[in-house]
């Protein structure tokens, strides 16, 4: 059994894309173990308030991390 345990800031990722992170992080661990750890890979999300913690001194928001919208044109 694999447990993996991600640490996100809160409101940094839709629910989309924690879907697909889950989806990324369980084929990593299938690519190294066989496709019959698939189904004992755990994936936890832990979402951190935005704000509880930091880099470098000073606290992360999530607006912080996100991309601006002008960067993703």
């Known amino acids: 059994m694999s447990i ?3 640490e996100l800031i809160e409101g ?4 989309e894309k924690k879907a697909q ?3 990324t992080l369980t084929d990593a661990i299938v690519q190294f173990e066989g496709e019959q750890a698939r189904e004992t890979t755990l994936v ?3 979402e ?3 704000g509880d913690w930091g880099k470098g001194g ?3 928001t999530a607006q912080a991390v996100m991309p601006s919208k002008a960067s993703k044109a």
């Not at 940094?12 to 629910?15: G, N, Q, S, V």
Request: hydrophobic share 65%; no cysteine.
């Open 4 to 6: 993996m345990k991600v």
């Open 12 to 15: 940094a990722f839709t629910a």
């Open 21 to 23: 992170m889950i989806t």
């Open 44 to 46: 936890l999300l832990n």
């Open 48 to 50: 951190v308030k935005s």
């Open 58 to 60: 000073v606290p992360l």
